[in-house]
Structure formats: structure tokens, C-alpha cells
């Protein structure tokens, strides 16, 4: 049985395995992590959260990024 926290180790390993040659976002990543921030799940929502803050490093001038 796949508990929640295996579930979410996983989300994090295949994340941490994107390669950084990679565009630093795409469309559907910023929605992705759009969702995961207002997800219910208390993890997947932390999740996204880390996730937005590390985009907001990447392109910190980005309009979609900022802060409200």
C-alpha cells in the first residue's frame, strides 16, 4: 500500500530529477504548480508552494510569479 508520504517522496524525486537544460518554465509547469498550491492535501499543497518559491528564484521578474 502507498501511503501518502511515499506519494509525495516520489513527487519530489521526479521533480528534483528534471534536468536543468530544461526551459527554467513552462506553461504547463506553472499551471502544475498552480495546482499543487491550492490542492486540499496539506502536502501536495506544500508541495507547490516550494515549488512557486523556486520559480520565483528563477525568474524573479516574471509578472506570473509575483508576489501578491
Known sequence: MITNKSRY???GRRI???PP???AVSYEW????????????????GI???EL?????????CPAFKKS
Not at 499543487?36 to 502536502?43: F, I, Y
Not at 518559491?53 to 521578474?61: A, H
Open 48 to 50: 507547490g508552494v516550494r
Open 30 to 45: 506553472e499551471e502544475l504548480v498552480r495546482k499543487l498550491c491550492a490542492s486540499d492535501d496539506a502536502g501536495l499543497h
Open 53 to 61: 518559491e523556486l520559480l520565483r528564484l528563477k525568474c524573479p521578474d
Open 16 to 18: 528534483r530529477e528534471i
Open 21 to 23: 537544460e530544461k526551459p
Open 9 to 11: 517522496a516520489e513527487i
